[in-house]
């Protein structure tokens, strides 16, 4: 069992491009959640994805945007980044609500 | 919102110690979420303890739960080197769907 598997590992933007960051959950899990990581801090929720719908949100701008996949995969979307979206951006898989969830390594996005 | 709050901030030990940290929260729970962070990288799940357990272990690790106080805590038993990382807990939303992270402690576990 991989895991769960974010791709890529290391990203350099410049403000105002668009950016693509990529989740496979773990196997048997159905629901992606997405989370940003400022240094210093802890993770905070963007959003989720059960049934390629999202099921709820965080408070985060609608530059942030989402989708999930037929086989669960899910996808990130950020448009205009700016300075400060650089994170390390987390998704984590779980198969139901009020269980385990697993995250991956990881994501770092740097905006400069 | 921040849910969590884990105490203290940051913790300096020697190997073979234990390590005690704290976590509250603000408002009631289904369950409540302990993890490790390596170096800035990803979230390694270390236990999950509901709101109707009182304590849970798993290897070195000890998990308790005070409902009534809002708090839990976690000990590391017998530290090593390998422990230094930064841990988080997480408890769920009241819509039981995002989990809600303090800033976590910092361990550092020396030999």
């Known amino acids: 069992d991989a895991g769960v598997t974010q791709s890529p590992t290391h990203l350099i933007k410049t403000r105002g491009q668009q950016v693509t960051l990529r989740c496979s959950p773990k196997?048997?899990?159905?629901?992606v959640s997405w989370y940003q990581q400022a240094l210093g801090q802890g993770p905070q929720f963007i959003f989720q994805?059960?049934?390629?719908?999202?099921?709820q949100r965080g408070n985060f701008p609608d530059r942030f945007s989402g989708h999930q996949f037929p086989n669960y995969s899910s996808e990130l979307n950020v448009n205009a980044l700016l300075l400060g979206d650089s994170a390390l951006y987390l998704c984590?898989?779980?198969?139901?609500?009020?269980?385990?969830?697993?995250f991956g390594q990881g994501t770092r996005l740097t905006v400069v | 919102s921040q849910q969590g709050e884990e105490d203290p901030q940051a913790l300096s030990i020697q190997e073979g110690e234990n390590a005690t940290m704290n976590c509250s929260y603000k408002?009631?729970?289904?369950?409540l979420q302990w993890y490790r962070q390596n170096s800035g990288r990803g979230l390694v799940h270390l236990i999950l303890?509901?709101?109707?357990?009182r304590e849970k272990h798993s290897g070195r690790l000890r998990v308790t739960l005070d409902t009534s106080k809002k708090s839990s805590s976690l000990l590391i038993t017998a530290s090593r080197a390998a422990d230094t990382a930064s841990y988080f807990c997480?408890?769920?939303?009241?819509?039981?769907?995002?989990?809600?992270f303090g800033k976590g402690t910092t361990l550092s576990v020396s030999s």
């Open positions: 984590a898989s779980s198969w139901e609500e009020n269980t385990e969830a697993f």
């Open positions: 196997s048997g899990h159905d629901t």
């Open positions: 994805y059960y049934e390629e719908e999202e099921r």
């Open positions: 408002t009631s729970i289904n369950n």
């Open positions: 303890i509901r709101s109707n357990e």
């Open positions: 997480a408890t769920d939303d009241q819509a039981g769907t995002a989990l809600i």
